[in-house]
């Protein structure tokens, strides 16, 4: 049986958004040597408010990207469905810049160590950052912790937790999904 709960409503989502935002423009100031990297395919839309968010709040010029991790996976060859790369927007250099890596979910850590080397394709950077928005802080496999969090969730293996877009949804906002007894 499934179980569904809301840990985040969308005015909650509104404030995180905005208090994200707020300090990567402590930490960045200009962004002239900054680059926002969503990882596709779920930090690509979060990528998207955030820099929504910067320029509403700042005029600066803002570089970004979306960085496809697919064949950086380690588990690319391990599934029964192939994995699907995606459409690759990622026209900048990263050399010598300091990037923030934006993914919905920490959950293992694997895919944003998956992103950091999907990174070095792209140049050296300077510094590497990372925001998420749900950090699933006790289900770790790997040493990785975000320098920018929306909340802190704890959670067992069974519980999934889903990111919903105003996008692609009603509204935005995040559930836990109890699916022990499926």
């Known amino acids: 049986m499934k179980m569904e709960k809301q840990i985040v409503s969308s ?16 930490n960045h100031g200009d962004f002239s040597d900054t680059i926002l ?20 709040i700042s005029s600066n010029n803002i570089q970004s990207g979306n960085l496809d991790i697919t064949f ?5 060859g391990r599934r029964d469905v192939p994995i ?7 026209n900048v250099s990263v050399e010598g810049k300091r990037v923030v890596l934006i993914d919905d979910v920490l959950f293992t ?3 944003i160590r998956s992103a950091m080397d999907a990174l070095l394709s792209f140049g050296r950077p300077k510094q590497v950052e990372l925001m998420v928005l749900i950090d699933r ?3 770790r496999d790997l040493p990785i912790h975000p320098n920018y969090v929306g909340r802190t969730v704890d959670t067992i ?9 105003e996008s692609s949804q009603s509204e935005d906002k995040i559930i836990l999904i ?3 007894n499926e």
Not at 11 to 26: K, P, S, T, W
């Open 109 to 111: 850590g694997r895919s």
């Open 137 to 139: 802080r006790l289900t």
């Open 84 to 90: 699907e790369a995606q459409e690759l927007d990622m």
């Open 37 to 56: 990297v969503g990882i596709q395919p779920r930090g690509v839309e979060f990528s998207k408010r955030i820099l929504e968010k910067l320029n509403q």
């Open 11 to 26: 005015q909650q989502f509104g404030i995180m958004i905005e208090r994200l935002a707020h300090q990567l423009i402590e």
């Open 178 to 180: 109890n699916s022990e």
């Open 72 to 76: 950086f996976r380690d588990d690319f």
């Open 157 to 165: 293996l069974e519980e999934k937790v889903i990111v919903k877009w």
